[in-house]
């Protein structure tokens, strides 16, 4: 575990996997007419999860945070509800990417997951600081001289807490009780990662 002294659970999250979906931002206005009068009242009757956090990027890219009970994890995904698209109108998911639409029926990934384990980090149970901000906390900078010998074996992977390394500018308001993750799956940060606080509801990804 990254951060010294983390609860089991903070504000919901499941103790020992978290659950993270993307979704590109595809779909025009009239999207649901396309598929007809069954989708789109399918569509206007659904409910979001009461622990469901949708966030948008600089990119107009949706992602989605999904807190789930311990039971809510060991039960597995929710299939999506039967199809009510006319055969005739069903396309394989290739054509619906071609197309610029994407459906839940044309989603071809699993599940991925991801857990805490402990780490030997300095930075641990501190907000992260910028280094040109002169940090007052005693952060330790990952970048730079000096810095390579600790932070190399910290790289490349998701955790919470601890030392972050962002792509770019660092994220305004972060805690100590941040998720950074490293693209896993489907997700793809240009090769960099993504910060999503627990505590302040900061958001940001960079590459």
């Not at 394989?92 to 839940?104: H, K, Y």
């Not at 955790?159 to 994220?171: S, Y």
């Amino acid at each position: 575990m990254a951060a010294a002294g983390v609860p089991p659970r903070r504000r919901g999250v499941p103790r020992h996997r978290v659950l993270l979906r993307r979704r590109e931002s595809l779909l025009g206005a009239d999207y649901p007419a396309q598929l007809g009068a069954a989708f789109a009242a399918d569509l206007a009757a659904a409910e979001p999860h009461p622990r469901w956090l949708r966030r948008v990027d600089e990119l107009g890219c949706e992602h989605g945070f999904l807190w789930l009970t311990e039971s809510e994890l060991a039960a597995g995904p929710t299939p999506p509800a039967a199809d009510p698209r006319a055969a005739s109108d069903r396309r394989t998911e290739m054509e619906s990417r071609g197309e610029g639409f994407l459906s839940a029926w044309d989603s071809p990934w699993g599940r991925d997951d991801i857990w805490l384990v402990e780490r030997d980090d300095p930075n641990a149970g501190l907000a992260p600081q910028d280094r040109w901000a002169n940090p007052s906390n005693g952060y330790a900078e990952p970048f730079g001289d000096g810095a390579a010998d600790w932070a190399a074996p910290l790289r490349g992977f998701s955790h919470l807490g601890g030392t972050t390394f962002h792509a770019q500018d660092l994220p305004d308001g972060l805690t100590p009780w941040f998720l950074e993750l490293e693209e896993f799956g489907p997700l793809n940060f240009g090769g960099g990662c993504l910060q999503l606080d627990l505590e302040s509801d900061t958001f940001d990804w960079a590459c």
